[in-house]
């Protein structure tokens, strides 16, 4: 018997977003989850339906994800992005890599590739960066394009604006409004469940760079069971890779009876916010979204936390007509130095 039922969540990122351009986030999100539903009830994983729900936030010159990323110190367009698929525990990868339309489908097809055997006893790879991403693409036939297409004109400017500032010795504030990364988490009724992160990085980073997108453990992580856990992350890179964010937050709720959101309040503060691996910095800037669901009941929750200004988000269960988007925002006194977190309940 088949069952096209299933639950999807997407972020544009822990940030700051514009309040003129709320809206037209809020509808962003939206897309991607329908997109990703869509998929899901013609028969598609749930790997299939975050990896199509994240291809629409990397189109999209709104979000800091594959057109319209942050540029470089030298002008130029690299990104992350990783998968991981929950029903096998498979993970893929890609860091620092340029003219690739969609870096989530390259990611995808690096994590199905681990099923693969490949020649003379090789390994195939998980995680590629740089130049040998590029090659790999080509040899997979995923959609490459001159990186210059994938600036767009804001990017451009902003960029612009903050090298003046650099060669003019000034102290340059990195905005935190430019720290979203864009991601999405889907399960299905049999309780499969996957994740997806992608990001262009910072403003002015240093070419060849690599953030919480493409690493293990960082950007996301999936998990099948009785109890089926996925997280997708976003805000500053350094700090959820030293906290192995996506993995702490999934862990900590999947074992978290019966109060998913405190649990996962006291995990942002304990495992983030005091963490002792952050020891130090003035603000700790981090956020993610993340489902439980138990298969036994056929009940989820979908959680969110951010400790930026604000988290733009959507959500979708195949049962829903139109997807749903909200607004989370965070006292500015309270930016680095506290958590928000929310949820809601679905079933399937």
């Not at 500053?236 to 964010?245: F, P």
Request: net charge positive.
């Amino acid at each position: 018997m088949t069952n096209n039922n299933g639950f999807i969540a997407v972020h544009v990122g822990a940030g700051q977003h514009s309040d003129s351009l709320k809206k037209k986030y809020q509808k962003l999100c939206r897309e991607a989850c329908k997109s990703g539903i869509e998929k899901l009830k013609n028969g598609g994983s749930s790997l299939d339906a975050v990896v199509e729900a994240t291809v629409v936030l990397e189109d999209s010159a709104l979000t800091n994800a594959g057109f319209g990323s942050n540029l470089t110190l030298d002008g130029d367009v690299e990104c992350d992005a990783s998968v991981m698929d929950g029903s096998k525990l498979l993970f893929g990868a890609v860091g620092a890599v340029s003219g690739i339309k969609n870096p989530v489908t390259l990611a995808k097809r690096l994590c199905e590739h681990q099923s693969n055997r490949i020649s003379y006893g090789r390994v195939p790879p998980s995680i590629l960066v740089g130049s040998g991403a590029q090659v790999w693409a080509n040899e997979m036939g995923v959609a490459t394009l001159p990186a210059e297409e994938l600036i767009s004109n804001k990017a451009r400017k902003i960029y612009h604006h903050y090298k003046r500032k650099l060669e003019g010795k000034e102290v340059v504030q990195i905005p935190k409004r430019r720290m979203d990364t864009v991601g999405a988490v889907a399960v299905d009724a049999f309780g499969n469940i996957a994740s997806a992160c992608s990001s262009g990085g910072i403003i002015l980073k240093y070419p060849g760079r690599v953030g919480q997108a493409g690493v293990w453990g960082c950007g996301v992580w999936a998990h099948n069971g009785r109890c089926s856990v996925g997280a997708s992350t976003s805000g500053c890179g350094e700090h959820l890779i030293r906290t192995t964010l996506a993995r702490t937050i999934a862990e900590a709720i999947a074992t978290a009876t019966p109060n998913h959101v405190t649990t996962l309040h006291q995990t942002m503060k304990d495992k983030f916010i005091d963490s002792e691996f952050l020891h130090g910095l003035d603000q700790k800037l981090g956020g993610a979204i993340a489902i439980r669901y138990s298969l036994d009941d056929s009940i989820g929750d979908l959680l969110w936390t951010h400790s930026t200004n604000s988290m733009i988000l959507g959500h979708m269960s195949s049962h829903d007509s139109n997807a749903k988007s909200c607004v989370s925002s965070l006292e500015p006194c309270e930016v680095g130095k506290k958590a928000i977190v929310e949820g809601i309940c679905f079933r399937l």
